[in-house]
């Protein structure tokens, strides 16, 4: 079995086959959609009009914690386009080393390659929405403050976090098929654990803390909210430095797993 480091640099050799199934990825998803990628942009829009008409006319100004009750709209924008990044990613990569059997007992090549690139693929989507984030961000009156240049730290933080997930359950799925549908129901109670439609200083302090520890995509939601809406705060350094430290452990324990089950796969498929 080769080590992590070596299997790192002998996935790197195999990047523009990666690149091939991005683009593949993103095909297939629009192909014969009527809309095409534009989904991408409205899918964001009508959940977050769907919140803002629950949690900001029914319950005005009773999520936003610390951040103005005017900025509603674009606040749960900043999460929504995250979070559909992740549950697209996680439920994407599950398939993606057993909807690629064939291929597998074909043609050899690093099989991490697969949930990497679904996860590329997602990050692609997620790169497109934000340009309907800045718009609305422009139209809320929201002025973007130098912080906003911390924006790629935290997107690849968040990229660093998908990836361990999705190696982890990619190879659990190859033994355990059931996997997605477990995952259907966790991402369910995941959504409602994660400060999508709330900001997480409504908790009080004790679950605040309980909810950081358990759960890395709750840092990372108030990250994007701090850069973008924080009106030039800046993100605590020790914060961001244990989000990212957390999330390069998830990618250190999900390589690992999915490096000792892959020479398990062959048999498995």
């Given at each position: 079995m080769l080590t992590t480091p070596k299997s790192i640099v002998e996935a790197w050799k195999y990047r523009e086959l990666v690149k091939n199934l991005v683009i593949r990825d993103l095909k297939v998803r629009y192909k014969?959609?009527?809309?095409?990628?534009?989904?991408?942009?409205?899918?964001?829009?009508?959940?977050m009009l769907v919140f803002t008409a629950v949690?900001?006319?029914?319950?005005?100004?009773?999520?936003?914690?610390?951040?103005?009750?005017?900025?509603?709209?674009?606040?749960l924008l900043c999460a929504i386009l995250p979070w559909n990044w992740l549950?697209?990613?996680v439920m994407g990569s599950i398939q993606s080393i057993v909807g690629n059997?064939?291929?597998?007992?074909?043609?050899?090549?690093?099989?991490?390659?697969?949930?990497?690139a679904v996860v590329i693929s997602n990050m692609v989507n997620f790169l497109l929405a934000l340009i309907v984030l800045f718009l609305m961000l422009l139209a809320f009156g929201v002025k973007l403050t130098m912080v906003a240049l911390l924006l790629p730290v935290v997107i690849v933080i968040q990229m660093v976090f998908l990836l361990g997930v999705a190696f982890l359950l990619s190879a659990l799925n190859v033994f355990?098929?059931?996997?997605?549908?477990?995952?259907?129901?966790?991402l369910l109670a995941w959504f409602f654990l994660t400060p999508i439609f709330y900001d997480i200083k409504v908790l009080s302090p004790r679950y605040e803390r309980l909810m950081y520890i358990i759960n890395p995509m709750a840092a990372i939601i108030s990250s994007y909210r701090v850069v973008l809406l924080g009106e030039g705060s800046l993100p605590a350094f020790d914060f961001m430095a244990r989000t990212f430290v957390t999330a390069l452990v998830v990618l250190l324990i999900g390589y690992t797993f999915f490096l000792r089950?892959?020479?398990?796969?062959?048999?498995?498929l």
């Open positions: 014969s959609s009527f809309l095409g990628f534009i989904w991408s942009l409205l899918n964001p829009l009508l959940m949690f900001g006319v029914m319950m005005p100004g009773s999520a936003v914690g610390s951040f103005p009750a005017r900025y509603f709209p674009v606040f549950s697209s990613a059997a064939h291929l597998i007992k074909k043609v050899y090549f690093p099989r991490e390659i697969l949930p990497t355990y098929r059931d996997t997605e549908v477990i995952m259907e129901v966790l089950k892959a020479r398990l796969f062959g048999e498995e």
